[in-house]
């Protein structure tokens, strides 16, 4: 047989191992992946069935394929297709690309190498960091800190291993600086102390983005633009410009060119990161430090979106349009604005950090001033559930011409569910009237795992903060919220992501506030909120009966249609209790999620079951035949080794089955 017929014997053989393990593997498998693994399942396989038996053999004559019934060859071809599976099997256990909820992969992302060359990047920045971290010491910190005069040198620690490492870490280091709910003073200090001094981006960076963000020629869309940043931070910049349609002045908030490929590379990092401090510490389990590298990963993926944003910012106004307090939210000109790229109103003020003399040029009261920014907190938060989740200085301003508190940065907004602003009520009312029941209440909302609850040990806990604070003038936010923190942590719950994020904001206001005016009272004035809004939904009947008769009727016509049924279902099931045909049932299987679940489930069991069977009676077979002398023995063993086949395919289809279904969780 010539050279030739045996390259296309082989292409042939390969070819039928591709469809054959194909179907064995399943359906959506990666066909990259699956010629990678016939490729090199036949390469070796082939040079080891030469090495063994054809350079001491002739097949001179039918060739290959023809001799399909020789033992030797029919095992050759059965060691392709379970090598190829094997193969396969191995490319699917270290492959990090996810598959969506179907089972399909992912589409879009990058081939193997690059993934390769990528994992192998993020490695070496890993092990970079994890060494900056060991050299400051965090990790032995971490073991023994379990008192207060022991975090000085843990929070000296963590701040130089950020501080190090640079990038995103700096930034994670600046909003942890703002938990205060969460940390103690000692780490709020050392935090704090962290800056990034980020340069502005060169004038040809700013025509550069605005040449692939703006679909006009530039000096179409601006008749002026101001290449110098009012404000340069890291993951965007500022500028003032003036739009040449409608001579408006604007603001133009760029996304830094860099700004997705850093996050690509060191957001993963961050996390992983996060994950080994906490698997070193038990304060950083506890404290729930992966969790919070998690949140902030997920927030700076938004803030980078100015499309998000702009929503945000759409949104939030809407809210406060029909609101009866004071507040202006900057115009959004969505018609310009890209997810790299947002236009909106230029207000003309200062921060509320300084901007004294325009308080007193304006003759503006400081302390109503901070009432109705409060105000204007709390109605975004009780009530409408969205709301400004950064209320820091920086990002409120006094408007010159009408003294207004203007609101800026939406890039990282807050939404909570009916229940949880239930429970923030409940737990702002508590801590108001020193209640540690109602306090209590507002927890049980608030947590994840409520139904983990000591109710006699967390109420007597609470009772013991409140009484620290009780008959004094001032309530430190700050300090009393970081307490029942550390109260619901060392009872084992956990406040909901959102609901941190809430919190959070709330100690940050509180300061913001107090730069207004020293001796503001945030509790206080959320109970006298509670009793204004009360009052308003009370008189609100009398004072729009238009709008409260057309919101009755709404809701009377959205029950109309069940009311109507209410006589007949009671008919029905008068009739059931007199046949004694009630039951009361519950089927898991009603449910298609969990039908489809146990059915694959139970399916996957059988085809386990009947793989251990055949690898059983296969064994016995080859124990049997030991014995044997006959030329029986002959048909036993190649049922048996036929057996094992069958069990190694199933074996392998169960456990590539197995790492798709992790794959979506």
């Given at each position: 047989?010539?050279?030739?017929?045996?390259?296309?014997?082989?292409?042939?053989?390969?070819?039928?191992?591709?469809?054959?393990?194909?179907?064995?593997i399943g359906?959506?498998?990666?066909?990259?992946?699956?010629i990678?693994?016939?490729?090199?399942?036949v390469?070796?396989?082939?040079?080891?069935?030469w090495?063994?038996?054809?350079?001491?053999n002739?097949?001179?004559g039918?060739g290959?394929?023809?001799n399909v019934l020789?033992?030797?060859?029919?095992?050759?071809?059965?060691?392709?297709?379970?090598?190829?599976?094997?193969?396969?099997l191995?490319f699917e256990l270290?492959?990090?690309?996810?598959?969506n909820?179907?089972?399909?992969?992912?589409?879009?992302?990058?081939?193997?190498?690059?993934?390769?060359?990528?994992?192998?990047r993020?490695?070496k920045?890993?092990?970079?960091?994890?060494k900056?971290?060991?050299?400051?010491?965090?990790?032995?910190t971490?073991?023994?800190?379990?008192?207060?005069e022991?975090?000085?040198?843990l929070?000296?620690?963590?701040?130089?291993?950020?501080?190090?490492?640079g990038?995103?870490f700096?930034?994670?280091?600046?909003?942890?600086?703002?938990?205060?709910?969460?940390?103690?003073?000692i780490?709020?200090e050392?935090?704090?102390?962290?800056?990034?001094?980020?340069?502005?981006l060169s004038?040809?960076?700013v025509?550069?983005?605005?040449?692939?963000?703006?679909?006009?020629?530039?000096?179409?869309?601006?008749?002026?633009?101001?290449?110098?940043?009012?404000a340069?931070?890291?993951?965007?910049q500022?500028?003032?410009?003036?739009?040449?349609?409608?001579?408006?002045?604007?603001?133009?908030?760029?996304?830094?060119?860099?700004?997705?490929?850093?996050?690509?590379?060191?957001?993963?990092?961050?996390v992983e990161?996060a994950?080994?401090?906490s698997?070193?510490?038990?304060w950083?389990?506890?404290?729930?430090?992966?969790e919070?590298?998690?949140?902030f990963?997920?927030?700076?993926?938004?803030?980078?979106?100015?499309?998000i944003e702009a929503?945000n910012?759409?949104?939030?106004?809407?809210?406060?349009?029909?609101?009866?307090?004071?507040?202006?939210?900057?115009?959004?000109y969505?018609?310009?604005?890209t997810s790299?790229?947002l236009?909106?109103?230029y207000?003309?003020?200062?921060?509320?950090?300084?901007?004294?003399e325009?308080f007193?040029e304006l003759h503006?009261?400081?302390y109503?001033?901070?009432?109705?920014?409060l105000?204007?907190?709390l109605?975004q938060?009780?009530?409408?559930g969205?709301?400004?989740?950064d209320?820091?200085?920086?990002?409120?301003?006094?408007?010159?011409?009408?003294g207004?508190?203007?609101?800026?940065?939406?890039?990282?907004?807050?939404?909570?569910?009916?229940?949880q602003?239930?429970?923030?009520?409940?737990?702002?009312?508590g801590?108001?009237?020193?209640?540690?029941?109602l306090l209590?209440?507002?927890i049980?909302?608030?947590?994840?795992?409520?139904?983990?609850?000591?109710r006699?040990?967390?109420?007597?806990?609470?009772?013991?903060?409140?009484?620290?604070?009780?008959?004094?003038d001032?309530?430190?936010?700050?300090?009393l919220?970081?307490?029942?923190?550390?109260?619901?942590?060392?009872?084992g719950?956990?406040?909901y992501?959102s609901?941190?994020?809430a919190?959070?904001?709330?100690?940050?206001?509180?300061?913001t506030l107090?730069i207004?005016?020293?001796?503001?009272?945030?509790?206080?004035?959320?109970?006298?909120?509670?009793?204004?809004?009360?009052?308003?939904s009370?008189?609100?009947?009398?004072?729009?009966?238009?709008?409260t008769?057309?919101?009755?009727?709404?809701?009377?016509a959205?029950?109309?249609?069940?009311?109507r049924?209410?006589?007949?279902?009671?008919?029905?099931?008068?009739?059931?209790?007199?046949?004694?045909r009630i039951?009361?049932?519950?089927?898991?299987?009603s449910?298609r999620?969990?039908?489809?679940?146990?059915?694959?489930l139970?399916?996957?069991?059988?085809?386990?079951m009947v793989?251990?069977?055949?690898g059983?009676i296969?064994?016995?077979?080859?124990?049997?035949?030991?014995?044997?002398?006959?030329?029986?023995?002959?048909?036993?063993?190649?049922?048996?080794?036929?057996?094992?086949?069958?069990?190694?395919?199933l074996?392998?289809?169960?456990s590539?089955?197995?790492?798709?279904?992790?794959?979506?969780?």
């Amino acid at each position: 047989m010539s050279g030739w017929q045996m390259v296309f014997q082989l292409l042939l053989a390969s070819v039928l191992i591709f469809f054959i393990s194909g179907r064995l593997i399943g359906s959506n498998v990666n066909l990259l992946k699956r010629i990678l693994s016939v490729v090199i399942s036949v390469s070796f396989t082939t040079f080891v069935f030469w090495y063994t038996f054809l350079r001491n053999n002739s097949i001179d004559g039918d060739g290959l394929v023809e001799n399909v019934l020789n033992i030797a060859t029919l095992l050759w071809f059965g060691s392709m297709l379970l090598i190829s599976m094997l193969l396969y099997l191995f490319f699917e256990l270290f492959d990090p690309i996810a598959l969506n909820e179907n089972g399909n992969r992912v589409r879009g992302k990058k081939n193997i190498f690059k993934r390769l060359l990528g994992h192998w990047r993020k490695q070496k920045r890993l092990r970079l960091v994890l060494k900056v971290a060991m050299t400051t010491g965090i990790t032995r910190t971490m073991k023994y800190v379990k008192y207060r005069e022991d975090e000085r040198e843990l929070a000296l620690a963590l701040r130089l291993t950020l501080e190090q490492s640079g990038g995103i870490f700096v930034k994670f280091g600046q909003v942890l600086s703002t938990r205060k709910e969460l940390f103690s003073p000692i780490f709020i200090e050392e935090l704090e102390k962290l800056q990034q001094n980020v340069p502005p981006l060169s004038n040809e960076q700013v025509e550069h983005v605005l040449r692939e963000n703006v679909k006009a020629p530039i000096d179409q869309v601006f008749s002026y633009f101001e290449k110098k940043p009012l404000a340069a931070a890291s993951i965007g910049q500022v500028h003032r410009a003036v739009l040449r349609d409608t001579n408006e002045q604007v603001v133009v908030k760029l996304l830094r060119p860099d700004m997705r490929e850093v996050m690509r590379d060191d957001l993963d990092i961050l996390v992983e990161f996060a994950t080994w401090v906490s698997s070193k510490s038990t304060w950083a389990k506890s404290l729930g430090f992966r969790e919070l590298a998690l949140g902030f990963a997920a927030s700076l993926q938004e803030e980078i979106d100015f499309e998000i944003e702009a929503r945000n910012m759409i949104q939030l106004s809407n809210i406060m349009e029909k609101s009866s307090v004071t507040v202006k939210i900057p115009k959004v000109y969505t018609t310009y604005t890209t997810s790299n790229l947002l236009v909106m109103e230029y207000v003309e003020g200062s921060s509320v950090g300084c901007a004294k003399e325009i308080f007193e040029e304006l003759h503006i009261d400081c302390y109503q001033f901070a009432q109705n920014l409060l105000y204007v907190f709390l109605e975004q938060v009780l009530i409408s559930g969205i709301y400004h989740s950064d209320p820091h200085p920086g990002n409120i301003y006094i408007e010159h011409n009408t003294g207004k508190p203007v609101l800026l940065d939406f890039g990282a907004v807050g939404r909570l569910s009916a229940a949880q602003q239930e429970g923030l009520k409940s737990f702002l009312g508590g801590i108001q009237q020193g209640n540690e029941g109602l306090l209590f209440d507002g927890i049980l909302l608030l947590v994840e795992n409520a139904e983990d609850v000591e109710r006699d040990e967390i109420e007597q806990a609470i009772s013991q903060v409140l009484l620290r604070i009780s008959y004094v003038d001032h309530i430190p936010t700050d300090e009393l919220i970081y307490s029942v923190f550390s109260i619901v942590r060392e009872y084992g719950l956990q406040f909901y992501p959102s609901v941190s994020v809430a919190l959070r904001a709330i100690v940050t206001l509180d300061g913001t506030l107090r730069i207004i005016h020293p001796s503001f009272d945030i509790f206080k004035e959320t109970k006298a909120f509670s009793n204004s809004y009360l009052k308003r939904s009370l008189k609100q009947p009398f004072k729009d009966p238009v709008g409260t008769k057309e919101y009755i009727e709404e809701e009377l016509a959205l029950m109309l249609p069940n009311i109507r049924k209410i006589p007949r279902r009671i008919d029905q099931l008068i009739k059931k209790v007199e046949g004694g045909r009630i039951i009361l049932h519950h089927d898991i299987f009603s449910d298609r999620a969990n039908s489809s679940f146990l059915t694959q489930l139970f399916s996957q069991f059988i085809l386990l079951m009947v793989g251990i069977t055949f690898g059983i009676i296969s064994v016995s077979l080859l124990a049997i035949s030991q014995f044997m002398n006959t030329a029986y023995a002959i048909y036993l063993n190649t049922a048996a080794y036929l057996g094992l086949f069958l069990c190694a395919v199933l074996l392998v289809r169960l456990s590539i089955q197995a790492i798709r279904n992790m794959k979506k969780l």
